[in-house]
Nanobody, 130 residues
Framework: QMQLQESGGGMVQAGGSLRLSCEVS????????MAWFRQAPGKERDFVAA?????????DYADSVKGRFIISRDNAKNTVFLQMNSLKPEDTAIYFC??????????????????????WGQGTQVTVSS
């Protein structure tokens, strides 16, 4: 059973930066699409960023974070990162790491839909003050 554990959240002022980590145990992330989602109070869980496999590595970002956030993966460490720069108060949310066990035969790109992801972490709180 794959287990995901996020860390790195906290409180930061607008314009600041945070780096989230997602350590995975129980299975190698090498053949998984890895993603970050976030959920603000009273709102749905929204896609933030995703990264595909190394051989056909593809990166996707929500429009709201393009140019500010960077997702990366270190397969050797079984860890996924989300570097968040130029943070805004509207980035305040619980951030979740997720893994999509995609069949390589049918892989056409990273999914933006939370329902397609098979494994989830517990989340880490990010609070950005103005």
């Amino acid at each position: 059973q794959m287990q995901l554990q996020e860390s790195g959240g906290g409180m930061v002022q607008a314009g600041g930066s945070l780096r989230l980590s997602c350590e995975v145990s129980g299975w190698s992330i090498s053949n998984y699409v890895m993603a970050w989602f976030r959920q603000a109070p009273g709102k749905e869980r929204d896609f933030v960023a995703a990264v595909g496999w190394p051989r056909s590595s593809s990166y996707d970002y929500a429009d709201s974070v393009k140019g500010r956030f960077i997702i990366s993966r270190d397969n050797a460490k079984n860890t996924v990162f989300l570097q968040m720069n130029s943070l805004k108060p509207e980035d305040t949310a619980i951030y979740f790491c997720a893994a999509d066990d995609v069949d390589l035969r049918y892989y056409t790109g990273n999914s933006f839909a939370s329902r397609d992801y098979d494994y989830w972490g517990q989340g880490t709180q990010v609070t950005v003050s103005s």
